[in-house]
C-alpha cells in the first residue's frame, strides 16, 4: 500500500483560518507531521492521528530536513493519508519543493493544499492593503534567513527595496542585517514599518515605526513569530478614517 502525502497549509495560527479541505484531510489523517508554530486547536482536529513534531525555530534544536523527506515517504508506505502541516502557506518559505522532490522520486503520491500565509494575516492586523491603490502596485516577499550551511547574500534586499511594499518573513531576529541590507540597496532610514507579531492569533500585537526604529521595535517582541511590512501602506491605516478601519 502506497498512501498520498499532503502539504497542508496551516495558516497563520488561527484554527478557524484553515481552509475547508485542510480541515477534512485533518480529520482523515493516519498522520501528522506539523510545525512548531502549529497550535494544539489545529492539532485537536486530527484526533485519531499519530502525531509527529517535526517543526523548526530558528536558532533551536530542529528537525533535519532530509530525516523529514525520509520520514513522509516511510510513512506514506504504512499508511492512506500523511498530513505534512506547514505553517501559513506551504508554497512560501515552507520547504514544499524538497518534500515534493523526495514523494515523486520514492513513487508517492503527493498534493498541495494551500492555506493563509502570515502576510496577508500580518496586513489585515495592520489594517490596510498590501496593494492600496495610488501608494503600492508591487509587492516582494522576502526572508533575509539561509538555511544550516548556505550563504548569505544581499539579493533579498534588492528585491525589497525594488518594490513599492515588501513583506519580510523571519526578519525580526535578524534586524539591524536588515536595516543595513535595505539600507544599502537604497531605502530610505524613514520608510514605514509595521512589525506583527503572531498575526491573527490572541497573543496579536502590532508594532509601528520606521525602519530605522526596526531593532528597538523587535527588542518589545516575545517569543511568537514575527512578520515585517516596509513600504507606505505600513502607515496607511493610521491615516484612515475610524469608520473605514472598523467596517473591514
Not at 484526533?47 to 530558528?58: C, D, L, S
Not at 492600496?132 to 533579498?156: E, I, K, L, M, Q
Not at 513583506?167 to 509595521?194: D, F, K, N, T, W
Request: charged share 20%.
Amino acid at each position: 500500500m502506497t498512501g498520498t502525502v499532503y502539504l497542508v497549509g496551516a495558516g497563520p495560527g488561527a484554527a478557524d483560518l484553515l481552509t475547508l479541505r485542510a480541515a477534512r484531510l485533518l480529520s482523515e489523517a493516519d498522520v501528522v507531521l506539523h510545525d512548531a508554530l502549529v497550535g494544539a486547536e489545529i492539532l485537536a482536529l486530527a484526533p485519531q492521528a499519530r502525531i509527529y513534531n517535526v517543526g523548526k525555530r530558528a536558532n533551536r534544536p530542529s528537525v533535519d530536513q532530509r530525516l523529514i523527506c525520509r520520514l513522509l515517504v516511510r510513512l506514506a508506505e504504512r499508511h492512506r493519508v500523511v498530513v505534512r502541516l506547514k505553517g501559513g502557506d506551504p508554497n512560501l518559505f515552507g520547504r514544499a519543493s524538497e518534500e515534493v522532490a523526495a514523494c515523486r522520486v520514492a513513487g508517492v503520491p503527493v498534493v498541495t493544499v494551500p492555506g493563509v500565509s502570515a502576510g496577508f494575516a500580518a496586513a489585515a492586523s495592520v489594517g490596510t492593503s498590501l496593494t492600496s491603490r495610488g501608494v503600492s502596485r508591487s509587492v516582494a516577499f522576502v526572508t533575509p534567513s539561509v538555511g544550516h550551511g548556505d550563504a548569505r547574500n544581499a539579493h533579498w534586499a534588492e528585491a525589497a527595496a525594488a518594490a513599492e511594499t515588501a513583506v519580510i518573513y523571519m526578519g525580526a531576529i535578524h534586524a539591524e542585517y536588515v536595516v543595513e541590507e535595505l539600507l544599502a540597496s537604497g531605502v530610505q532610514r524613514r520608510r514605514p514599518v509595521a512589525v506583527v507579531e503572531s498575526a491573527s492569533t490572541a497573543n496579536e500585537r502590532v508594532l509601528r515605526g520606521v525602519l530605522c526604529d526596526l531593532p528597538e521595535l523587535v527588542a518589545e517582541l516575545g517569543d511568537g513569530p514575527a512578520v515585517i511590512i516596509v513600504g507606505e501602506v505600513a502607515a496607511l491605516a493610521d491615516a484612515l478614517p475610524l469608520a473605514a478601519v472598523s467596517a473591514a
